[in-house]
T-cell receptor
Framework: SAVISQKPSRDICQRGTSLTIQCQVD?????MFWYRQQPGQSLTLIAT?????????ESGFVIDKFPISRPNLTFSTLTVSNMSPEDSSIYLC???????????FGQGTRLTVV | DAKTTQPPSMDCAEGRAANLPCNHS???????VYWYRQIHSQGPQYIIH???NNETNEMASLIITEDRKSSTLILPHATLRDTAVYYC?????????????FGSGTKLNVKP
């Protein structure tokens, strides 16, 4: 299993500012994933964070808006840049330690942009 | 995107079995079916997964049809705490085997 800690758990931010979300895992994992969940919606994959290389972004998401760092095998950050009210969502970190095993999720960061 | 189809919502009486269906007609031979649930304001929680055989654990049972084009998650004795959105997930393409794409899920309402 894997235990994931996300910080902050929630924040209220002014539009035009940026917020960096941290994700810490209690074991080393190759790939970490970032999801967005807009109000009342399902989870949407933003990107895959690979240690030692640039993140891989899904269609509709770009590095300038959601820069990701992955400095080691247990930690990653997602930055939401130049925020607007449309960025108000829950952002979740996930890991899947091995092929054909389950994925583990953090409790999410609830972001409100005003 | 995830190629699964689930009903948007279902009701279940407390203490009764909850049967949640999922259609995945384009599933390929090496793709697993996973079930997760998300209780309000929490991160998704793993429930069960399977390839072609029926699976059971302490939380639920997973029944996969012989042609693997559909599956059913069974919560044998639903409680109020089982009220959540339930997601059926199938890996989309072989080289993306580590990624999970979520569909819209089924909102299960367990009623007293």
């Amino acid at each position: 299993s894997a235990v994931i800690s996300q910080k902050p758990s929630r924040d209220i931010c002014q539009r035009g500012t940026s917020l960096t979300i941290q994700c810490q895992v209690d074991s080393q994992v190759t790939m970490m994933f970032w999801y967005r969940q807009q109000p009342g919606q399902s989870l949407t994959l933003i990107a895959t964070a690979n240690q030692g290389s640039e993140a891989t972004y899904e269609s509709g998401f770009v590095i300038d808006k959601f820069p990701i760092s992955r400095p080691n095998l247990t930690f990653s950050t997602l930055t939401v840049s130049n925020m607007s009210p449309e960025d108000s969502s829950i952002y979740l970190c996930s890991v899947r330690p091995f092929v054909n095993t389950e994925a583990f999720f953090g409790q999410g960061t609830r972001l409100t942009v005003v | 995107d995830a190629k699964t189809t689930q009903p948007p919502s279902m009701d279940c009486a407390e203490g009764r079995a909850a049967n949640l269906p999922c259609n995945h007609s384009t599933i390929s031979g090496n793709e697993y079916v996973y079930w997760y649930r998300q209780i309000h304001s929490q991160g998704p929680q793993y429930i069960i997964h399977g390839l072609k055989n029926n699976e059971t654990n302490e939380m639920a049972s997973l029944i996969i049809t012989e042609d693997r084009k559909s599956s059913t998650l069974i919560l044998p004795h639903a409680t109020l705490r089982d009220t959540a959105v339930y997601y059926c997930i199938v890996r989309v393409v072989p080289y993306n085997f580590n990624k999970f794409y979520f569909g819209s899920g089924t909102k299960l309402n367990v009623k007293p």
